[in-house]
């Protein structure tokens, strides 16, 4: 079992940064590939970033590509969402997931409760 909660959401100017956080446990990080993904009201889930812990490859959707930074940080067992440049569009509640699973077939075992990133216009 894999146990993550999400922090740092809020309520950000356009133009303006937030940065959120996940914190990982209960399994050796080193399986781990964790990801953000975001739901606007009436809108179907969207992935946002995702990042293998093993190696720190890095994933992006196109929405957020340039703007967003997906990072770990192994001593505190966290992987961090840096939002710069966002957008109104970007208001969404944000969930952190991950997977443990030797081979990745898309889908994620292990969810936040999210938090709720909110950018004014």
């Known amino acids: 079992q894999v146990q993550l909660a999400e922090s740092g959401g809020g309520l950000v100017q356009a133009g303006g940064s937030l940065t959120l956080s996940c914190a990982a446990s209960?399994?050796?990080?080193?399986?781990?590939?964790i990801s953000w993904f975001r739901q606007a009201p009436g809108k179907e889930r969207e992935f946002v970033a995702a990042?293998?812990?093993?190696?720190?490859?890095?994933y992006y959707g196109e929405s957020v590509k340039g703007r967003f930074t997906i990072s770990r940080d192994n001593a505190k067992k966290t992987v961090s969402l840096i939002m710069d440049s966002l957008k109104p569009e970007d208001t969404a509640v944000y969930f952190c997931?991950?997977?443990?699973?030797?081979?990745?077939?898309?889908?994620?075992?292990?969810w936040g409760q999210g938090t709720q990133v909110t950018v004014s216009s």
């Open positions: 990042i293998r812990w093993s190696d720190s490859t890095t």
């Open positions: 997931a991950a997977d443990d699973r030797r081979v990745f077939d898309g889908s994620y075992p292990y």
């Open positions: 209960g399994r050796p990080l080193s399986l781990l590939r």
